[in-house]
């Protein structure tokens, strides 16, 4: 008995049309091009915040509602809310865990509240009793003036849970707040801003305030990275164009 043979045909391939790879490759290089600029951008923004910082100007007075400058030097006169404090938790200085104390300042009745960070202090313990600590919080009831510098509330890279824990006793531990964290566990409107409190003022903890962790070097570095990789992704596309010209020659 003969077996019937049979040819068999390969299944064709569906193959990409070939301008794809460059299209992609070109939507690449505009990406990496786009964040260069980007942290360019960002590390001018630094550079000008570090040269306000320096520069040393006189304190304004801020009356609310006026424009604010990062890091510029302002003063507020105003009633501590010495009641309703708050313990930023996570704070590290020199190696050592403790809190910023931010305390609101009312300038004005029915006005929003000015948040003034007074500074860093140890936390002393993991479960540091908080009714010895608001004894260290204490402030005077008379109408005072705050000088500082604009800033504002420490930010994390990134935050799980609950900022503010909810509860009813003061002062209130909370693990990096949004001024609208704030706001709504104060039961009042904040200002945009926050006041780091001067370092020769009284009244006051560990205040030894500087820009930015992150500084213009880093962004321009990052954007020279972003730069390079454009660069070569860019050469690779017109060397890979040139060689399927000359193949098709």
Request: charged share 20%; aromatic share 12%; proline share 8%.
């Amino acid at each position: 008995m003969s077996k019937s043979q049979y040819s068999v045909n390969p299944p064709t391939k569906n193959s990409l049309p070939g301008w794809l790879p460059f299209a992609a490759g070109a939507l690449l290089v505009l990406q990496f091009a786009g964040l260069c600029a980007w942290q360019i951008s960002r590390g001018l923004e630094k550079l000008e915040a570090r040269e306000a910082w320096g520069e040393p100007g006189t304190f304004s007075t801020y009356y609310g509602g006026d424009e604010v400058h990062p890091y510029q030097p302002l003063q507020a006169t105003g009633h501590w809310d010495g009641e309703y404090q708050f313990l930023l938790d996570n704070i590290i200085l020199n190696s050592r865990y403790g809190y910023y104390v931010v305390t609101p300042l009312e300038i004005a009745a029915d006005e929003p509240l000015l948040l003034v960070n007074r500074g860093w202090m140890e936390k002393g313990g993991l479960q540091p009793d908080l009714s010895e600590v608001a004894r260290s919080l204490a402030l005077p009831p008379a109408r005072v003036t705050v000088r500082g510098r604009a800033g504002s509330l420490p930010r994390p890279g990134m935050r799980l849970g609950e900022s503010i824990p909810a509860s009813t006793a003061w002062p209130k531990v909370a693990v990096y707040p949004t001024a609208e964290d704030i706001a709504i566990a104060l039961g009042r409107e904040v200002r945009p801003f926050v006041l780091l409190m001067d370092p020769h003022d009284d009244d006051g903890f560990v205040r030894h305030w500087v820009p930015e962790e992150m500084g213009p070097g880093k962004h321009f570095g990052y954007a020279l990275q972003w730069f390079a990789m454009g660069a070569v992704l860019a050469g690779l596309l017109v060397w890979h164009y040139r060689r399927r010209e000359r193949e098709h020659d």
